[in-house]
């Protein structure tokens, strides 16, 4: 069982030190992270807690989701993994794959090729 929680909901005024402060009443917390907007500087709303023991991360589950805080009502879960990102056409560590779509690209039809 995974230790790494989701945050959900949370206040922008929630820091990465309050975040891990809130946490630490249930146990370890390794680390805590408020993501932030890279061009605002303004919280996005949620984070990270990872927690040194799965126990820990159940007991803060059960203790802080619903929770409000602020006024807001928090979502604390297991944190799910992270699914690949690569859309057909694009570039990756695989390389450069040309779109799924038969009508499209060379060779298809006429003088340079494409759906003409």
């Known amino acids: 069982m995974s230790s790494k929680i989701y945050v959900g909901n949370l206040p922008y005024s929630v820091t990465d030190a309050s975040l891990k402060s809130n946490f630490a009443e249930f146990g370890g917390v390794s680390s805590a992270k408020v993501m932030m907007d890279r061009d605002t500087g303004q919280s996005k ?44 056409g694009a570039y990756s560590a695989t390389g450069y794959r040309a779109s799924n779509r038969p009508d499209v690209g060379y060779g298809t039809g006429g003088f340079g090729g494409g759906r003409y």
Do not use: H, T, W, Y
């Open 45 to 88: 709303g949620f984070g990270f807690v990872e927690m040194e023991s799965a126990e820990c991360a159940q007991a803060a589950i059960q203790g802080l989701n619903g929770v409000s805080v602020d006024g807001r009502v928090i979502v604390v879960s297991l944190a799910k993994p992270r699914e690949s990102r690569s859309a057909p």
